[in-house]
């Protein structure tokens, strides 16, 4: 095809999608597209993210869950591991206890002098990556990865094991709760990224075959505490 005549008919094509603009209707209310999370958002949460092919825990306290996280870590003959400097990953006490298993835990944020190389070794060669979350939407069974200071989320993305750590008061119900959540936080220490994670990592090629673990983790495990 003439090249003049490809770039008319995409000229054409682009100027007849503006037509068919999205508009907004400030008549519907909030309360329109409100679903929740229903009785108990931590079993919906974990019934979504089972569906979207993670495997939830939900454990009574904190000491179930590290025990959990354990015998994860155990099942992949994990070695290495990054971890979040995150206030739950401190209060669950996950690095004594990975390290009293002989499983040697890096931090996911950069460490003052540490060199590029170093970084980038240690990064690359951990079986598992462990963090906490932002929120985790009972609606989705999604998980919003705040990137604060220790929180990089490549802990949560090169590992070929996931496992996120989370608390009963981070499940929020709707994704209209976690944007309210989110719009909260609005001041000086506003994140730098927020990423939404639903299931293990999947991709599909042209011939429609859906693969895991491609482009990012292949087990996604998340552990949630009722207490």
Not at 29 to 55: K, L, S
Not at 78 to 101: F, G, K, M, Q, T
Not at 185 to 199: C, E, L, Q, Y
Request: glycine residues 8%; proline residues 4%; hydrophobic residues 45%.
């Amino acid at each position: 095809m003439n090249r003049d005549v490809f770039l008319k008919r995409v000229r054409t094509a682009a100027a007849a999608g503006r037509s068919y603009r999205v508009t907004t209707n400030d008549r519907v209310e909030r309360a329109a597209g409100y679903v929740g999370g229903g009785p108990d958002p931590i079993a919906r949460f974990a019934e979504q993210a089972t569906a979207a092919g993670g495997q939830v825990d939900v454990v009574d306290d904190p000491a179930a869950g590290v025990a959990r996280l354990l015998q994860i870590c155990a099942q992949h003959s994990a070695r290495e591991c990054i971890a979040w400097d995150h206030p739950l990953v401190d209060r669950w006490s996950v690095r004594a206890a990975l390290a009293e298993r002989g499983i040697s835990v890096a931090s996911a944020g950069v460490l003052p002098g540490e060199d590029a190389a170093t970084r980038r070794r240690r990064l690359l060669s951990a079986d598992v990556g462990v963090t906490s979350v932002g929120f985790a939407a009972a609606e989705t069974g999604s998980l919003a990865m705040i990137d604060d200071g220790g929180c990089d989320t490549v802990a949560s993305l090169l590992p070929p094991v996931h496992v996120a750590l989370v608390s009963h008061e981070q499940v929020v119900a709707d994704l209209f709760d976690l944007f309210d959540a989110l719009e909260s936080r609005k001041s000086a220490d506003w994140p730098s990224s927020v990423v939404f994670i639903t299931g293990p990592s999947k991709t599909g090629d042209v011939e429609l075959k859906l693969t895991t673990g491609v482009h990012g983790p292949k087990h996604w495990h998340v552990i949630v505490s009722r207490s």
